[in-house]
């Protein structure tokens, strides 16, 4: 018995490492890190004085309800996922989850971010939260299968979190700055989700999404928007300026966020004028590097 229990011991931290791992890709744990960073700035750059529960309430519930949508969107998409290489190996299609328990933690979470939220933070921030819920979960997902218009109401849902974490420290959505944040972060989507969207083209293919790289599999369409999406960013970024050097219209923070934009204009361009496995990696590595550091200038330079 003595030789054996180390062994059944091992066995069993395995299987509940594997089910916490499982658990945390239903949830896309990366892309509810993405949207609590968000939320986080979004909550800084309103300034004065805050409460640390409120902050706190702000990204747990947060946090709940996106896991809850990207729980959704894998019970959704279950079938879709075992055709691709990327995410056939998801506990959903895997088979080493059941729908029944992908549903209960659908629920479970949704209802515990969203109470969370009517409770701790303003009306208007949990509406932003439902609606970012329902675009992901009930619009996003569907068109997928159906149209290119999937990247731009992606993009909203995405950039929603940014404007949650705005209302629930108080801001207001009639300051020009929360709309210039809001159309940032919308922007910058474009080319990152481009430069996915072609390194996954296969994929995508496999799976009968349509997106641009499948509608034009030469990446030619992917270019265009990546660079039409970077330049529109470039005068997006000038949007929050116009809200006063107090809050974010530091010179510093502004040349930080134009050197930024240019940097992505010129690597989508490269992308758009030769889409291949190297040019959409650089697009892609600088989408990532783009996103915090624009959002450090925001909250560390401009406050």
Not at 112 to 131: D, E, F, R, Y
Not at 173 to 184: I, S
Request: glycine share 8%; aromatic share 6%.
């Amino acid at each position: 018995m003595s030789v054996g229990t180390p062994t059944t011991a091992a066995t069993s931290q395995r299987a509940v490492s594997d089910i916490v791992n499982d658990f945390v890709t239903l949830s896309k744990l990366r892309i509810v890190v993405m949207e609590l960073i968000t939320v986080l700035a979004g909550f800084l750059l309103v300034g004065g004085e805050w409460r640390l529960a409120t902050l706190v309430a702000a990204l747990v519930g947060t946090g709940l309800v996106a896991a809850s949508a990207s729980a959704l969107n894998q019970l959704l998409e279950v079938e879709r996922d075992g055709l691709m290489s990327r995410t056939r190996n998801r506990p959903l299609p895997a088979g080493r989850m059941s729908s029944a328990v992908a549903i209960c933690f659908a629920v479970t979470t949704g209802l515990s971010g969203i109470a969370m939220l009517a409770v701790a933070v303003p009306l208007a921030a949990t509406v932003a939260g439902v609606v970012c819920w329902l675009i992901y979960v009930v619009v996003y997902t569907p068109l997928k299968s159906r149209s290119t218009l999937n990247t731009f109401v992606g993009a909203i849902s995405g950039a929603l979190p940014i404007l949650l974490g705005w209302l629930a420290a108080g801001g207001s959505l009639a300051h020009p700055a929360a709309w210039g944040v809001f159309l940032v972060l919308l922007l910058w989507q474009y080319p990152h989700f481009m430069a996915i969207a072609w390194r996954c083209r296969d994929d995508y293919q496999a799976a009968s999404y349509v997106m641009d790289t499948t509608v034009d599999p030469s990446g030619k369409r992917a270019g265009r928007v990546a660079i039409i999406g970077s330049l529109l960013l470039l005068l997006a970024v000038l949007m929050p300026l116009t809200a006063g050097a107090s809050l974010v219209g530091s010179t510093l923070s502004g040349l930080v966020a134009i050197a930024l934009t240019l940097l992505y204009v010129r690597s989508s361009l490269r992308f758009a004028k030769s889409p291949n496995d190297d040019t959409s990696r650089g697009l892609l590595r600088l989408s990532l590097v783009y996103l915090p550091t624009w959002l450090l200038s925001l909250t560390l330079l401009a406050i």
